[in-house]
């Protein structure tokens, strides 16, 4: 990894950040907690993988800025005005939708799994929402809302992953873990009670 692999994008500000966050990594391997972060290794080298960073004050930064724009999109819920969230699969239609104007940007958990090549049935993973949420909510300054499915096993994680990467908020099914798109037959939900627990789980993760 050298400081002239290109990203893609033309945010400059959060492309300087990530790659200070990236310099620093190479040079403290004492931290214990560590972010992962998609980029790729050239205009024409398209494989984007995964590396390890480790947290810096330029992540905190980052951290900051997403909370941020989750503040404004707490006052804009306080307005009772309808706010538009078209949804996005990818980072380029993330793009579009501020473009056009929009309110926020919205991951289907439907349209993600089908992207992937998988039926709506509970088969994608937190690694496969997170990581491609991650690359969305990235390049745009709207807020991100996520589809968590059921939480992917493990609500607390699944909070403390997307709030680590910058998502405003999720939307959390009340179905059993192998649950089914909203709009197929044949759907099982779960008890109030262990709905409840799983809403509480999820605010108990949260820390900002």
């Known amino acids: 990894m050298t400081d002239t692999v290109p990203y893609y ?3 400059v500000e959060i492309k300087k950040k990530i790659w200070s966050m990236l310099d620093r990594a190479v040079k403290d391997r004492s931290s214990p907690f560590r972010i992962p972060v ?25 951290v900051q800025y997403h909370s941020d724009i989750r503040s404004d999109k ?9 706010l538009r969230a078209p ?17 926020a940007v919205y991951v289907s958990g439907g349209v ?4 992937l090549g998988f039926p709506d049935i509970g088969l994608t993973t937190l690694q496969d929402v997170s990581t491609r949420s991650y690359l969305i909510s990235r390049v745009t300054n709207l807020p ?30 009340d179905q059993i873990e192998r649950k089914r798109c909203g709009h197929l037959d044949n759907k099982e939900l779960i008890s109030t009670e262990a709905m409840v627990k799983k809403i509480k789980e999820c605010f ?5």
């Open 9 to 11: 994008e033309d945010f």
């Open 38 to 62: 998609f980029i790729c290794g050239s205009q024409s080298d398209l494989d984007g993988r995964i590396v390890v960073l480790r947290k810096s004050d330029e992540a905190n930064n980052l």
């Open 74 to 82: 707490i006052e804009k819920l306080k307005s009772n005005k309808i």
């Open 87 to 103: 949804g996005a699969y990818n980072p380029l239609t993330a793009k579009l939708i501020e473009e056009i104007g929009y309110d």
């Open 112 to 115: 993600m799994a089908n992207d």
């Open 144 to 173: 991100t809302i996520v589809d968590i499915d059921t939480g992917f096993k493990s609500c607390k994680e699944t909070i403390e992953t997307f709030e680590e990467f910058g998502i405003t908020a999720v939307h959390l099914e």
């Open 204 to 208: 108990s993760a949260k820390k900002r």
